[in-house]
């Protein structure tokens, strides 16, 4: 059984930094591309970045609202991703989700951790 | 980046169809052959039921179907169950292993 269990979120005050993890246990994680979505309370879901399997380059990419404040990296030796995100603002509030890049083309995003929870207030 | 459009809410009876679109752009939606969709229950954490635009997961019903035409992609719900009470996510790959997101659409069964 593929599991996904994403941990570090808590209240940080706007400007602030915060580390989010991953751990993933039941498929060959070496191999796996990996995404973090968010959820801000009572919307949709937004898709915060990718990271590429090392084999692939560990390349990482990252839609527009987060893109150079936040880091998406990986620790292969512990089954691990991370989403590093800086300069927090309130719109960052969201539960942050982690999920395993599935498809012959890498299209979809076919395991998701149970989610972890940011609040950005002072 | 823009998000697709979705309908914010869809409603049928039991054992009727519903349809929820999803309208992106050639750089999204129209541009490739990989929407997907996300059923999400209240509180729940969203789980895949339709990849690359029709083909549906290990285990979910055929009553969940996908389409695509142009720059719209469609989902549809046959034979409506009270269990299909859910916010519904359309996602679409907009090139270099990046994706968008719609604003997600609640269906309520009446």
């Known amino acids: 059984e593929v599991q996904l269990v994403a941990s570090g979120g808590k209240l940080v005050k706007p400007g602030g930094s915060l580390r989010l993890s991953c751990v993933v246990s039941?498929?060959?994680?070496?191999?796996?591309?990996m995404t973090w979505v968010r959820q801000a309370p009572g919307k949709g879901l937004e898709w915060v970045g990718r990271?590429?399997?090392?084999?692939?380059?560990?390349?990482?990419d990252y839609g527009a609202p987060v893109k150079g404040r936040f880091f998406i990296s990986r620790d292969d030796s512990k089954n691990s991703t991370y989403l590093q995100m800086n300069t927090l603002t309130t719109e960052d509030t969201a539960v942050y989700y982690c999920?395993?890049?599935?498809?012959?083309?890498?299209?979809?995003?076919?395991?998701w951790g149970q989610g972890s929870l940011v609040t950005v207030s002072s | 980046q823009s998000a697709l459009t979705q309908p914010r809410s869809v409603s049928g009876s039991p054992g009727q169809s519903v349809t929820i679109s999803c309208t992106g752009s050639?750089?999204?939606?129209?541009?490739?052959?990989?929407v997907s969709w996300y059923q999400q229950h209240p509180g729940k954490v969203p789980t895949v039921i339709i990849y690359?635009?029709?083909e549906r997961p290990w285990g979910v019903p055929d009553r969940f179907s996908g389409s695509k035409s142009g720059n719209t992609a469609s989902l549809t719900i046959s034979g409506l169950q009270a269990d299909d009470e859910a916010d519904y996510h359309c996602?679409?790959?907009?090139?270099?292993?990046?994706?968008?997101f719609g604003g997600g659409t609640k269906v309520t069964v009446l």
């Open positions: 999920a395993v890049i599935l498809g012959a083309r890498a299209t979809y995003f076919g395991y």
């Open positions: 039941g498929l060959s994680f070496s191999d796996a591309w």
């Open positions: 990271i590429s399997s090392e084999t692939d380059g560990a390349t990482t």
């Open positions: 050639g750089s999204d939606v129209g541009g490739f052959n990989f």
């Open positions: 690359d635009v029709d």
């Open positions: 996602c679409a790959y907009a090139g270099r292993y990046t994706w968008v």
